[in-house]
Each structure stands twice: as C-alpha cells, then as structure tokens.
C-alpha cells in the first residue's frame, strides 16, 4: 500500500520516520516494536503540542478563572489511543504504520498503564480531566507523580501477590519536566513572632518540582495540563559524607525525598507510614496551592481577587489541608488579615465528599499534625474556634458542636480533615443524589444544620470518548449508522436510539459486535489464565475493587448455589454463564484477600467439574486497571452493581457498563437510582433491601443466623464455603469469613441472598429471548448519555466554580 503523498496520513509518516530517526535515534531498518511505539506517540505529541501553546495562551489572554482541580490519584491509563481518537488521527496514524507493516493495536500494547490511582475516584478525576479539555474550560489536574504508584497485581495460586509497577521504567514521553516550576514544602520546625506576624521556620525541605503531561479534549478543541509534582532533595549527596566513607548516609536527603513520591497510599499501619501519607498530602497541595497563587499573583498583581480568577475542587479530603495552606499564604506571606483570608479561601475552595464510612474519613492524630506542620495547626484552631463561636451563635448543642469541631476530642486527639475541607469550602458536593441526600442526614448531619446552603450535588460521570467510542469501536460504528454522528458531540443524543430500540436489524447489529467483543476478550483470558470460554454464553462481570460492601462475596455464594442447582438438575435447560471477577484488594485489607482466594479456589473447582458441562464457568482476572477495564466492560452482557445499599457513594463502572450495553442487576445503590430512573425499571434487575431498610435492620438487631436457616440454597451453599469444599487443602480456610457472616453480616449478604438469586433468576429468563434482551441493551446504551463526565463538568462549572 503506498499512501497519496498529499494526504494526512503520508504527512504523518514522513513526520514520524524523522522522529524514528532523530529523536528515537533509530534507522528504520533497524527499529525494534518499542522504537516504532516511541516514534509514532512523539510524532503525535507534536500535533498535541501546538494545540497545547495555543490553549496556554488563549488562557493567558481572556484572563478567565481557572479551574484546579487537586487529586491525589489520576487513574488515567493509556494515553496514545485517547490523544489520537480525539485529534481525528487514529485512520491516519493506522495507514501510515501500515507503510512499514505496523499494526498500531500490537504497538498501543506497548504504552503502560499509568498506574496513578486506585479505582473510582482516581478514574474521575481522570474523566473530569478530560471533560475540562473538551467543554473548553481551562484547568490544570494537580496531583502526585507516583514512580510505582498502585501495585501490580499477581494471582499465585490463587492468592494476590503485589509487585511494584513499573510503569516509568523506560521513561515516559508523554511527560514534561518543568523545572521552573518548583516550591520548597516545609515539615517540622517551629513558629516564630516577627514584628508583622509569624514567621514559620521549618525543620525540613524537599524541593517539588513539576512534570506536566498534555490533556487532550474531544476533538481537539483544548490541551489542558495535568501537573504532576516531583520530590528530590536539596542537597541530593552530602558530598563530605561520601568522601568521609559513608555512602549510604550520604543519600538519606535523596532516600526521604524520593520516598514520598513512591507509592499510592503507604500502608499506614505503622507509625512511619502513616507520616509518609500525611507528608505526601501536605507535599503535593502545598506545591499545588504555591503555584495556584504564584501564577494569580504574577498576573493579576493583588491576591485578594483570587476566587475571581481560580476554583480550587478538592477531590475527597487527602488534599484538604489546602484549606489551611492557602490561609497560611494569604496572612503569612501576603500580609492578609486572618477574616479576609478566610473569606479568599471560602470563596476559592470546594470540596467532593466521596464517603460516608466513618473509619473511611481521614484524620490524623494530633501530635503528629502538629509536629509536622505546627503552622497549620495554630491556623486549623483560629479557624476552629471561629467555626465553633458560630455554631453557638446558632444555638448548636454540645454534642453538635463537638461534632463539628476540627479536632475530634474523643480519646486520642485527632485533626478532622473533612470537617477542615467543609468549613473551609463555599461548596461540598456528594456524587450521586442518594448518596447526596445521606450525607446531610449521617456523616454532615450537624454541619449542614450550620451551614444548610453549603451541601449540593454533582452526579458522576464518564468520558464517553474512552469508554464508548476508544473501548467499543464497533458498537460505535453500528450507533453512527442508526442515528447518525451527533451523538459523539453529545452523548444525551443517543436517546434517539430510542425510536430503534425494537428495530430487529439494529438488535442484530449490536448483537454481532458484542459478540466479536466476546470473543476477542476470551481470547485474552485464555492468555491470561489458560480458561476457556464460551462466547455464546451470558458473561456476567463483576470488576472493582474487592470490598466488603461491593460484595463480591454475595456474588460467589451465588455461584455456589447455581453450581448446586446445576449438579442437582443437570436435566434442566441452564443458561450458559461466565462468571468473571477482577479487581485489587488493599494489601492489608485481610477478608478482601480471602476474597480473591475464594473467586479463585471456587473457579479452579468449577471449571475442572465435568458435571456442569461448561454450563458455567467462573475466571478472576489478575491485575485489573483502566486497560483491562476497556477490553472486558465492551464484552459484557450483565454487569454486577450489588453493594449494601447505602454504601457506594456512586460507582462510575455501572455507568461504563451500561453504555456499552450490558444490563444492570443492582440495589438501590449511588448512581444505579438514577441509573434505573433514565433506563427504566423494566430494563433493570434491581434487588434488594434500600439503604433505609439497611439502616433500620441494623438498628432493630439483624440476626443473620435466622435467615440463613430459612433459606435452603443460601445454607447448602455457605455451608459447602464453611466445610471446605472449596479449600480441600486448607478446610477452615473460609470458616471465619463465612463465620461472619452467620454472626453478624455487616453488608447484609446473608439478608439479600434470596432477591439477589430471585433477580439472577429473571436474568436467566430474559436471556433466553434474546430479541428482548436486545431490545434492553439498546435501551440502556440510548439513556445513559446523561451520565457523561460532561453534563457532570458542566455542572460543576456553573453551579460551583462560575466559569461559562
Ligand atoms: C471505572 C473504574 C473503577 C470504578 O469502578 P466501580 O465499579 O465504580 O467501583 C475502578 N477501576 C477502574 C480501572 C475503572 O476503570
């Protein structure tokens, strides 16, 4: 094939030899896969690059507010795919490989993922990132560039195993080092008087330097930047230590310093670990919060008019310390009285709640907050005590008072930090109306009686660029061809598949590319694991984190209960199923690990059993992240959103699935209320008790025991889980877990297992009219475009940061 010289794609290959040559350093003859991967992402980020200047100096120009929005995860994954698709280059760059008998999906294998956050709100901010771009809203992401941020995930025999991921091992061309960019971050030391205030004096520095990465939106309308900060040490080798023979002390500074930009949440059982977190916290807001007002200052000349010229969002509380890093600038360095600083600050700063777990809200013990950061704890008191004069102002009670309170008093001391983030925000929004709604009524409760205007919500969202159009070609194509292109512009516009929905050649269509998609994520398994599927069978997916409340456990006793079923009545005309698991547990987090163990010990008993015939099949699929994510959720039938009601503040992978056009089965549960109010409760399998009624079992006292002994199929099968039928190495492997559950059941597995099997029951049934489920995938792909990051970020913008 020989590409017409004046076209895109031949200007694009001439582009991308020179870069093979010249800055890879390679002749073609001799380019190895890696040195093509490297050629084509720098050709294409010169293109990203242009966009990038002028967007900087659009900004620079209009003189608009900014939007900052700090995290300390960005689970971005891959980015070649996602810059190419939204500059219109994916053909070209296709044909031009293909000149050198290159195929750019084997070459896009080669990009890492970048492995810089955890799960659903590390993968927000990444979506919000990109929304940003594409509405054309100036914004900068500030977070942490982690050299091994999130582990690696291996299964050996059966168990997790963590390894460090080395995403940065052979470099990252997607990153610029700014050296401009950087901020000395103080710990420790002491605060004295001066004769115009204080003047903190810290003990410790570490240089953060910035590392920007290019932001691309939907056609390439903006280039946002995503600003990753660095830490090295002032003085990187004590040379007179070295020379005096010891080698090791004399890279302590360096060792400290390239310790906090190590890892994604250190565990924080010891002491030392939980410092490090505090100090990786403190480390990157400071440096954001130092560059937000160096730039405000250099432009504009008079900090005071900061909230006219930048919003700050704090993503969850790890950077709320913003609060009072931004006062300390303000009076500290710019001479502010503390009321006016705190009324920049108000104005300036807002605040996401991702949680209602209490053990799940941060705090840090007093001691060490003052030890490490003595300046900002004289200013968290004056703002405390500012805080609690207006609530008895308000006529507050003792015990709401101490609730509001900065400083939890109860035992140990300890600094709030989302009562900090709150008072400190004119804006604290919750991520799905449930979970909104709850917030004032249990966690806020007495802080929204102090300030009722200040609580409002934002809905989550996803960027439907990754996660339909990158993800899901196919399904793509057939979409455009139904209802034409719009839709890509914006995504509410896929309501017109709505006229479709019973159109059986659309049903058909849409039938074929999910079943490709099956197929090639078999394939990929197969790889993976050695497990066989079968692409004709119902894949019933469950991909997130492993956690208690998520209930991955409820899902497996299910699996369990059908595999009796299914060796009980081989007669009967089962429905094929694939069972499919993947996700991370905390390295700590010990029953999430069982967890895993379990998926794992139950596949390897299933699969091998000739007496279910494949009729179903179970794979947990190691090492989950934002790129196995787009391979498996485009190739699902059934997606798992089974929580205890009350306690996913959202989910964002109920969104991705549903777009793809998988079903739900789900409680009641964050975003899956307004999942089920924009498909329609026929074209959802909702179960299960509603977060009200987890509240009040667990009031009046649940007895598990009782219900599980009025179940036949719940008993048999944790019964078989407790014995060790699944564990015959080990037989009281699961007798604590499942023990658990006969004693207690914090997230009421035991009292939704029979809706739950009941729900699963009706799936079997509609599957097996395939003309309706089709008409229901369609439903839900044609009403879910509400849930792009777009609407979100639009509101956002409007609503809370007051940019156009
Ligand atoms: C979307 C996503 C999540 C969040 O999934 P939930 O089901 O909402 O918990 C986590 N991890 C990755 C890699 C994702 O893409």
Known sequence: MTLDPASPAAELDALILDVLRHRVGKDELAAKSHDWFNAAVLALRDKVIDRWIESTRRTY????????????EFLIGRLLRDAMSNLGLTRDMEKALCEHGLDLAALEELEPDAALGNGGLGRLAACFMESLSTLDIPAYGYGIRYVNGMFRQRVVDGWQVERPETWLAHGNPWEFDRRESAYLIGFGGEVVEKADGVEWKPAEQVEASAVDTPVVGWRGKRVNTLRLWTASALEPLKLDAFNAGDHFGALADEVKADALVRVLYPADSSAAGQELRLRQEYFFTSASIQDIVRRHVQYE??????????????????PSVAVAELMRLLVDNHGLEFDEAWEVTK????????????????????????????????????????????????????????????????????????????????????????HTDLMKSTVFADLHKLYPTRINNKTNGVTPRRWLQQCNPGLTSVIRDAIGPAFLDDAEKLSDLNALAADSELGERVALVKRANKVALSQHIKELTGIRLN????????????????????????????????????????VPRVKIFGGKAAPSYHNAKLIIKLANDIARRVNSDPSVGGVLKVVFVPNYNVTLAERIIPAANLSEQISTAGMEASGTGNMKFALNG?????????????????????????????AEEVLAKRAEGYVPREVIEGSRELQQAVAAIASGVFSPDDPDRYAALMGGIYDHDWFMCAADFDSYAAAQRKVDALWEQPKLWRQQAIRNIANVGWFSSDRTIGEYAKEIWGVK
């Open 347 to 434: 104005k300036t700063v807002a605040y996401t709640n991702h949680t209602l777990l209490p053990e799940a809200l941060e705090s840090w013990p007093l001691p060490l907050f003052e030890r490490l950061l003595p300046r900002h704890m004289q200013i968290i008191y004056a703002i405390n005590s500012r805080v609690l004069r207006e609530a008895r102002k308000a006529g507050l009670a003792d015990a709401a008072i101490a609730a509001i309170s900065l400083i939890d008093e109860g035992g140990e001391r300890r600094v709030r930090m989302a009562n900090l983030a709150f008072v400190g925000a004119h804006s604290v929004n919750g991520v799905a109306a449930l």
């Open 662 to 690: 998988a079903l739900t089965i789900g409680t009641l549960d964050g975003a899956n209320v307004e999942i089920k109010d924009k498909v329609g409760d026929e074209n959802i399998f909702i179960f299960g008790l509603t």
């Open 535 to 574: 692409p004709d069978a119902l894949f019933d997916v469950q991909i997130k984190r492993i956690h208690e409340y998520k209930r991955q456990l409820l899902n497996l006793i299910e699996t369990v209960a059908l595999y009796d079923q299914i060796r009980s009545h081989p007669e009967r005309d089962w």
């Open 61 to 72: 120009e209009e003189k608009g507010k900014r939007v900052y929005y700090l995290s300390a």
């Open 301 to 318: 000349g008079d900090v005071r008019t900061l909230p006219d010229h930048a919003a700050i969002q704090l993503n969850d509380t790890h």
